[in-house]
T-cell receptor, first 111, second 114 residues
């Protein structure tokens, strides 16, 4: 049974720092892995989707990597800004339309 | 890219009253559609998904139901709300005919049952 874990649960860093969020999964037979952000009281915004054949994806200051063999994905945020403050979630699909979700990392960027 | 509209954004309802939450999708056709619930401080729970008009699969037994009367319309309903139905309801869609596996979410509907 697939399990997804995100560490740390919360992170507070000063503005301008580069940071890494971690997502690990127990079953390496995944089709893809998706990173989302959720602002308080809002819906989820898709950040990056990495297909199982890819090793990384980039969008602006965000870079997500995928290492299926070790069951890990990282989300790298460069030059963090206060607007990056949000909860970041990772998820992997199953065969039955379900997504298995991590519990999220709550990120606070201090001005 | 596609856009997912949800309404109402906020709803306060008494126990035992009916519920109707609506979701419409723009910018894609023939999508798979999903209803999720996010309880306070908890993760996302898949409630229903639909692969086409009139096709609904339920993931969790409950007093909620879903319908898909049109390709890009997904409705979540209840005849009698329970206190435990309170939560944040999110509609999601995949890319439809251009599906890459990416899932897109609406802004959510916050339901408080009193």
């Amino acid at each position: 049974k697939q399990e997804v874990t995100q560490i740390p649960a919360a992170l507070s860093v000063p503005e301008g720092e580069n940071l890494v969020l971690n997502c690990s999964f127990t079953d390496s037979a995944i089709y893809n892995l998706q990173w989302f952000r959720q602002d308080p009281g809002k819906g989820l915004t898709s950040l990056l989707l990495i297909q199982s054949s890819q090793r990384e994806q980039t969008s602006g200051r965000l870079n997500a990597s995928l290492d299926k063999s070790s069951g890990r994905s990282t989300l790298y945020i460069a030059a963090s800004q206060p607007g990056d403050s949000a909860t970041y979630l990772c998820a992997v699909p199953t065969l039955s339309y379900q997504l298995i979700w991590g519990a999220g990392t709550k990120l606070i960027i201090k001005p | 890219s596609q856009t997912i509209h949800q309404w109402p954004a906020t709803l306060v309802q008494p126990v035992g009253s009916p519920l109707s939450l609506e979701c419409t999708v723009e910018g894609t056709s023939n999508p798979n559609l999903y209803w999720y619930r996010q309880a306070a401080g908890r993760g996302l729970q898949l409630l229903f998904y639909s692969v086409g008009i009139g096709q609904i699969s339920s993931e969790v037994p409950q007093n909620l139901s879903a319908s898909r009367p049109q390709d890009r319309q997904f409705i979540l309903s209840s005849k009698k709300l329970l206190l435990s139905d309170s939560g944040f309801y999110l509609c999601a869609s995949d890319g439809g005919e251009a599906n890459t596996g990416e899932l897109f979410f609406g802004e959510g509907s916050r339901l408080t049952v009193l």
